[in-house]
């Protein structure tokens, strides 16, 4: 059984970057597509980022693309979140997850395994 951790959140002001991490255990995460999804109260979970098995494909929606960067370190079976000029709006809970079946993953079906979540509030 894979087991998502993520770490990293907290409070920021408008403008400030951040790095999330999401650590997997119980079995390698290389055999998995990885994503991070957000969710703030009252809303749909959104994917903001998703990566490939060896890193080289990702995919972003339009309303991070260019500020949000996802990466991956196989070997230390972790995969992380770079956030740039953070918003109010990006307020949320952001979870990672993963996929055991798909090359590159963009639809929230796709994920089998959760993280508990990390909270990010961005202030103004």
């Known amino acids: 059984q894979l087991q998502l951790v993520e770490s990293g959140g907290g409070l920021l002001q408008v403008g400030d970057s951040l790095r999330l991490s999401c650590a997997a255990s119980g079995r390698t995460c290389s055999k998995y597509a990885m994503g991070w999804f957000r969710q703030a109260p009252g809303k749909d979970r959104e994917l903001v980022a998703a990566i490939s098995r060896s890193g080289s494909a990702t995919f972003y929606p339009d309303s991070v693309k260019g500020r949000f960067t996802i990466s991956r370190d196989n070997p230390k079976n972790t995969v992380y979140l770079q956030m740039n000029s953070l918003q109010p709006e990006d307020t949320a809970d952001y979870h990672c997850?993963?996929?055991?079946?798909?090359?590159?993953?963009?639809?929230?079906?796709?994920?089998?395994?959760w993280g508990q979540g990390t909270q990010v509030t961005v202030s103004s």
């Open positions: 997850a993963a996929d055991p079946s798909t090359a590159l993953p963009t639809d929230i079906r796709f994920f089998r395994y």
